[in-house]
């Protein structure tokens, strides 16, 4: 069975960065295409970024664009979502996401929602602050 657990949140400046990583264990990432999401107190759970299978597609959410970068290294088992330029609306739990797929289906040119997923992990905890 995968298990996925998150590290790298943590207390960081307006205009700081982040490495957050998703490390999986159980099963190979190889086939699985992995989402990014976040919640904030009183927020509904919101999707950040996602990578396929093969990691040719990535896709970002409109608001993350051109800060946060995901990427996926499979010797490892582990993706990453790194977070730059960071902002106070970006202080919220942050999980990944997995789900079994080949590179053409889940995250192939869209960012997959909520629902798409069946594996998840706990979360870690990003706050921006001053």
């Known amino acids: 069975q995968l298990q996925l657990v998150e590290s790298g949140g943590g207390l960081v400046q307006p205009g700081g960065s982040l490495r957050l990583s998703c490390a999986a264990s159980?099963?190979?990432?190889?086939?699985?295409?992995i989402g990014w999401f976040r919640q904030a107190p009183g927020k509904e759970r919101e999707g950040v970024s996602c990578?396929?299978?093969?990691?040719?597609?990535?896709n970002y959410a409109d608001s993350v664009k051109g800060r946060f970068t995901i990427s996926r290294d499979n010797a490892k088992n582990t993706v990453y979502l790194q977070l730059n330029s960071l902002k106070a609306e970006d202080t919220a739990v942050y999980y990944c996401?997995?789900?079994?797929?080949?590179?053409?289906?889940?995250?192939?040119?869209?960012?997959?929602?909520?629902?798409?997923?069946?594996?998840w992990g706990q979360g870690t905890q990003v706050t921006v602050s001053s």
């Open positions: 996401a997995a789900v079994p797929s080949n590179p053409a289906k889940y995250c192939a040119g869209y960012l997959a929602g909520i629902y798409e997923y069946d594996n």
């Open positions: 990578i396929n299978s093969n990691g040719g597609s990535t």
């Open positions: 159980g099963l190979s990432l190889d086939y699985y295409a």
